[in-house]
């Protein structure tokens, strides 16, 4: 018996000191859990359709795993991915966040996430075209006065939710200084949207020409 135990002892001592080194690099590492915000993407968006939704940002994830699996290099890349190819109508469409929809390091589960669910509100895309009202913010010098003013173009086209762009009327330029202009002058000025979730389509910036002369 003892000749057997001691029989090529070396290579039976190398084998168990690869077991328990194996061992403390797989199996014994240790569990944690930790908790991470991560950014949201959508995927394949209708093209017809808008969202009146706020589109969530972040979620945040209450995560475990082998701590090798969550080390801040390790969970860095995560995101959550929602792919909304299935979305063609109006309407409201809740989205489960769910552990297939995080790229999550292998070993690593998903105890809950907050919030658990995002509701986005789809509506037809609306186009209108609305006229550009001129905001002078400083009037010109002592003695002179605008007697005239236009932009170009005079119409701007707007796009969004249907809801959103029926509601709106105009837009509007940045405000002109002309606290030193006294004779006909063109600008370029920035044109403003109200709503936030209505945008202007193309430069979004007008030719004003303002007619200026000395008071009589």
Known sequence: MKDFILRN????????????????????????????????????????????SDLSEKVHLDIRGPSGKLSPASIEAVVLQFDLAGVSQPGDRTLAVRAENASLPSGVVLDRAVPSQIRLRFEQRMTKDVPVRVRIGKQP????????????????????????????????????????????SELRVPVYVGD?????????????????????
């Open 9 to 52: 002892l070396p290579v039976k001592l190398l084998s168990l000191g690869l077991a328990v080194v194996f061992w403390l690099l797989i199996g014994g590492e240790q569990e944690i859990a930790t908790s991470i915000a991560v950014p949201v993407q959508y995927r394949n968006l209708p093209k017809d359709l808008e969202t009146t």
């Open 141 to 184: 010098p002592s003695g002179f006065e605008v007697v005239a003013q236009r932009t170009v173009p005079e119409r701007i086209r707007i796009v969004g939710p249907e809801s959103r762009v029926a509601d709106e009327t105009s837009v509007e330029t940045d405000a002109v200084d002309l606290s030193g202009v006294t004779e006909t």
């Open 196 to 216: 936030s979730q209505v945008r202007i389509d193309g430069r979004g910036e007008v030719a004003l020409t303002v007619q200026i002369k000395r008071k009589e």
